[in-house]
């Protein structure tokens, strides 16, 4: 079955056409400027180059016909005709407590997310206007939604709780929702399988190191506790976001620096974090190099990543009375060797040991530990898009 996964953001629109038999993206690509004077179509087929189509985009509509002529095209196209497309995954960042899974997409389904915006007000209108762009072109094709927070719907009340006055869970739903779940979902299956592991019967943390980042602590498959909160702004640090803070902090900052509360927002999403810390980039490519030129603030920032990584994993750890395996996904973690064996040395007293070795490998699945470890470690390469392609398929079946 060809399955259209779209991922949508406000000016941009990330799309992969994958064969759910074979599990291959046939063609992936990304809409940018989508509603500026000029936009852009980067479109790859498997196996083939690149090609890039400067047009203007004056909406998410107009976005998604191109793709449709993107993939049909006579010559970097891979389907013959739209017809061949049998079901569109759409990536939803919050189901709020509604969706606790994916569901296939009704009129009842798209006011009950809209009913969610409040709660990503960045996101869900963006998602929504991706899902209805496909609608009006694709009318007779079946649409799927695949929730960035369903799977940590499985967390209990005193883990997703804040001790804030309860009216505040009772009036508006603040509370955990935790975010990258088909990341978690996906890798915490796959470590199981890769460990000789009964996903039923195990303990297995996932680091999702990314440019955004979290943490999820998944018993017996199921999510238990997570690093995001309410928003994706809390918990590790990440490229630009600060992670968790001393809420006092945000009125200090407002009283010195005379800030406004919408200010101070974009400070802790986007100035802060590994790119405010050292003051050098959000990128960790660009901080292990700044390291080995002797940049201090690089390192502090490097240090303090690593540092809250490991307090989440060891959080994670009492609260499931143990842990089997630690996979280590998305950017970061599959690719610098550098934060897995700093967060692993402060593992040792644990009995977890890797090898070296295989700890300088790249993007591809590996087991870190060392046969005699205590506790499996491994990097298994995240598959959003693969995910809700599945997720999708598996629904309309
Ligand atoms: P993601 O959000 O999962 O796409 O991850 C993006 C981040 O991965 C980038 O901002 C980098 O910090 C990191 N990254 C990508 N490639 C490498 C690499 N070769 N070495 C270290 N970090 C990398």
């Known amino acids: 079955m060809k399955v259209l996964v779209i991922n949508c953001g406000s000016s941009s629109l990330k799309y992969q056409l994958i064969d759910s038999d074979t599990k291959q993206a046939l063609a992936v690509g990304l809409c940018e400027r989508i509603g500026l004077e000029i936009g852009c179509l980067k479109h790859t087929p498997a196996g083939r180059d690149k090609t890039v189509i400067d047009a203007r985009m004056d909406n998410h509509e107009v976005a998604v016909s191109m ?14 005709d739209l017809s061949e497309i049998q079901a569109v995954g759409h990536r939803v960042v919050h189901g709020g407590e509604k969706f606790a899974s994916s569901t296939i997409i009704t009129n009842e389904v798209i006011d009950a997310i809209e009913e969610c915006n409040d709660l990503a007000p960045l996101h869900n209108p ?4 991706g899902i209805r762009a496909c609608k009006s072109l694709m009318k007779d094709v079946p649409m799927v939604a695949v929730f960035d927070t369903a799977f940590h719907q499985t967390i209990p009340d005193k883990a997703y709780l804040y001790a804030l006055p309860m009216e505040y869970y009772e009036k508006y739903k603040i509370r955990k929702y935790g975010f990258h779940g088909t990341s978690h979902s996906y890798v915490s299956e796959r470590m199981a399988e890769f460990c000789g592991l009964d996903i039923n019967n195990s303990k297995i943390i996932v680091c999702h190191l990314g440019n955004g980042a979290s943490i999820s602590a998944v018993m017996n498959g199921k999510s238990i506790d997570t690093s995001m909160g309410f928003t994706p702004l809390s918990g590790l ?23 406004n509360l919408d200010e101070i ?87 977890i040991t890797i090898d070296e070795e295989a700890n300088k490998l790249r993007g591809e699945e590996v087991m870190l530990s060392t046969p005699d470890s205590k506790v499996k470690v491994a990097v298994i390469p995240t598959n959003e898009e693969l995910t809700i392609a599945r997720e999708t398929v598996s629904l309309l079946k």
Not at 67 to 80: M, N, R, S
């Open 67 to 80: 793709v449709i002529a993107a993939l049909t095209d006579k010559e970097h196209g891979v389907i013959e």
């Open 265 to 351: 927002m974009h400070l802790l999403n986007k100035e802060s974090g590994i790119q405010g810390m050292s003051q050098v980039s959000s990128d960790f490519r660009d901080i292990n190099k700044a390291m080995d030129e002797g940049n201090e603030k690089a390192r502090i920032a490097f240090d303090v990543f690593v540092y809250r990584v490991v307090k989440y994993i060891g959080g994670f750890i009492a609260s499931m009375n143990g842990v089997d395996a630690i996979a280590f996904t998305a950017g970061v973690g599959e690719n610098d060797p550098k934060v897995r064996y700093d967060v692993c040395q402060y593992l040792k007293f644990m009995g």
């Open 126 to 129: 963006a998602n929504l206007i």
């Open 237 to 259: 640090v990440m490229g630009t976001r600060s992670g968790d803070i001393d809420p006092s902090i945000i009125e200090f900052i407002a009283k010195k620096e005379n800030k």
